[in-house]
Nanobody, 126 residues
Framework: QVQLVESGGGLVQAVGSLRLSCAAS????????MGWFRQAPGKAREFVAG????????DYADTVKGRFTISRDNAKSTVYLQMNSLKPEDTAVYFC???????????????????WGQGTQVTVSS
């Protein structure tokens, strides 16, 4: 069983930055690929970014490429999402998720993720 706790959300003006953190406990963090998803009101949950076990492989949604950076620190069992040049359309609840153990490919669909955090609200004002 893996517990995930997100932090770092908040209210920021457009073109500002935020850094989200997701702390994992209770499981094998270092052998799980990790992802960030987001869900805006009335919309489906969507993939934002993912990182493989060692941090060497990453994937991003086209809407955030060049603005967001995902990273992980296996020693701290934590994954980060650095968000720069934020836009009002980035407003959503952001969720951290852990894939099944030893699944090396970064997945972009929610069904491939085994554990989820409770989410953290990010609001970008224009």
């Amino acid at each position: 069983q893996v517990q995930l706790v997100e932090s770092g959300g908040g209210l920021v003006q457009a073109v500002g930055s935020l850094r989200l953190s997701c702390a994992a406990s209770g499981g094998t963090f270092s052998v799980r690929s990790m992802g960030w998803f987001r869900q805006a009101p009335g919309k489906a949950r969507e993939f934002v970014a993912g990182v493989g076990w060692s941090g060497g492989s990453t994937d991003y949604a086209d809407t955030v490429k060049g603005r967001f950076t995902i990273s992980r620190d296996n020693a701290k069992s934590t994954v980060y999402l650095q968000m720069n040049s934020l836009k009002p359309e980035d407003t959503a609840v952001y969720f951290c998720a852990a894939q099944k153990s030893f699944f090396a490919v970064v997945a972009i669909t929610t069904t491939m993720y085994e554990y989820w955090g409770q989410g953290t609200q990010v609001t970008v004002s224009s």
